[in-house]
């Protein structure tokens, strides 16, 4: 199934996304973890991709298990970094043989310790979404930020961007994880203006520990923080239980707002762990 179908066929649309183990002995665990994760009430599933090909393959297998083995529509990632022209028409060609229908086209980031050529195929994630729809056959989704691209002067120049990748063939957006839903309003507001108008997931990130703290400033392209968020951090990052349990809170307090203001979806990022998946869905279950 195309995911840009089941946008079209319900609101809001409710899905995880797992990342691939770094090693190869860890790819059991991660499937264990997506088998679990697959008896919630979702309607797709993202696995990321591993740049410089450290895990990709696994990303692969880990899409295509969901979706054969477990009946769960998958989202592919695939990144323009350290990928020749050839290596994308071999990886979408590994994709189509998979039985894989959707594809999530990233830039991508420059992998840690890495230092071969960049974008030694495509520099910009638009011109991989030409090239996907050209070999046809995926349903294509698109990444974008809320607050900017880190690497965007402002916001409106970035929208610009996100507009030239759209128009190349993005059926829906997954937005980077965001912790303000004020934010977010200003943004959905934006591309509508801008004449963007696909399905947004909106990607939420459940703080659980405070060693992801770090992480989720890097991964989120250094979103804004409120001060709720920020309180809440301060009051128990010495309390690993509370921590957790207050993240889990407030993730679901942005969920059900977010859904209260028709948002398209909710897009979940889980760290695989599906005893805080499971959580947050015991009490958004019936909002979806």
Request: glycine share 8%; with cysteine.
């Amino acid at each position: 199934m195309f995911i840009k179908d089941i946008f079209s066929s319900k609101k809001p649309v409710l899905s995880f996304e797992v990342f691939p183990p770094k090693q190869e002995s860890g790819l059991e665990a991660v499937l264990e973890a997506v088998k679990e994760m697959s008896s919630m009430p979702i309607d797709y599933m993202s696995v990321t991709y591993g740049a410089g090909g450290s895990n990709s393959k696994n990303t692969g297998q880990i899409a295509a298990y969901l979706k054969n083995n477990l009946s769960i529509p998958a989202l592919a990632h695939l990144t323009c970094v350290a990928n020749t022209k050839e290596d994308i028409h071999n990886k979408l060609s590994e994709y189509k043989e998979l039985g894989i229908k959707n594809i999530l086209a990233l830039r991508g980031d420059k992998p840690k310790d890495f230092d071969g050529e960049l974008f030694p195929g495509y520099r910009y994630a638009s011109e991989l979404v030409s090239a996907i729809k050209e070999f046809g056959g995926f349903g294509i989704g698109g990444a974008c930020y809320p607050e900017r691209h880190p690497d965007s002067p402002n916001i409106d120049t970035d929208i610009e961007n996100l507009k030239i990748k759209v128009d190349a063939g993005v059926d829906f957006l997954v937005t980077q994880m965001f912790f303000d839903n004020d934010e977010f309003y200003k943004f959905r507001d934006k591309i509508v203006k801008k004449g963007i108008n696909v399905p947004v997931n909106a990607g939420i990130m459940p703080l659980t520990n405070a060693g992801q703290i770090q992480r989720m400033a890097i991964l989120s392209g250094g979103a804004s923080m409120p001060s709720k968020f920020m309180r809440m951090i301060s009051k128990y990052q010495d309390n690993p239980k509370a921590l957790k349990q207050a993240g889990i809170a407030y993730a679901v307090d942005q969920i059900i707002e977010l859904v209260s203001s028709d948002i398209d979806g909710i897009h979940l990022y889980t760290m695989n762990k599906p005893e805080t998946a499971e959580k947050i869905v015991n009490v958004i279950n019936n909002l979806f």
